[in-house]
């Protein structure tokens, strides 16, 4: 299994702030979404709440022990993290893992890569992505575009 981290972020990090992102940029989110597509997404049950209904072309596995059931044909809850992997990896070879914040921290020591938006400008926010170490990883892609750069991370 290929494990992808996909978050758009500021300079400092900021991927967040109350219930949703601190911009709004349609052509980014565009992008993630075509990033996503047809690949299973792992996600926390905030950022399920948050991305959830626009994420209806890729199966969702759901890390939460609050949320009851399934609320989506393509949506499965699962009780912990190392479940919704495992459930993952039976769908595709490639899983991406879409937030929060500690569900990017608690995978971020066994991902392939990062495919990381980054956003232009100065934010506000009370969620970050965690810190890594570049020297770990290699940028092998950057697109520029208006308001952010799109680079993807592989592992060294």
Not at 9 to 25: K, N, T, Y
Not at 90 to 96: A, G, I, K, N, S
């Amino acid at each position: 299994m290929e494990l992808i981290l996909i978050s758009a972020m500021s300079d400092a990090r900021v991927i967040g702030r109350g219930d949703g992102l601190p911009w709004e940029i349609p052509e980014e989110y565009a992008h993630f979404l075509a990033q996503v597509r047809d690949h299973p997404i792992v996600m926390g049950r905030r950022s399920y709440e948050i991305f959830g209904a626009d994420l209806i072309a890729s199966p969702m596995l759901v890390v939460s022990r609050t949320l009851a059931s399934a609320v989506g044909a393509n949506m499965r809850v699962c009780t912990s993290l190392e479940e919704a992997l495992r459930q993952a990896s039976t769908l595709d070879e490639r899983v991406f893992v879409a937030g929060g914040a500690r569900v990017y921290a608690e995978t971020l020591p066994q991902a392939d890569a990062l495919y990381l938006s980054i956003v232009r400008g100065d934010y506000e926010g009370d969620t970050y992505f965690p810190a890594f170490d570049e020297a770990q990883w290699e940028i092998t892609r950057r697109d520029h575009h208006e308001r952010f750069e799109f680079r993807i991370y592989e592992r060294r």
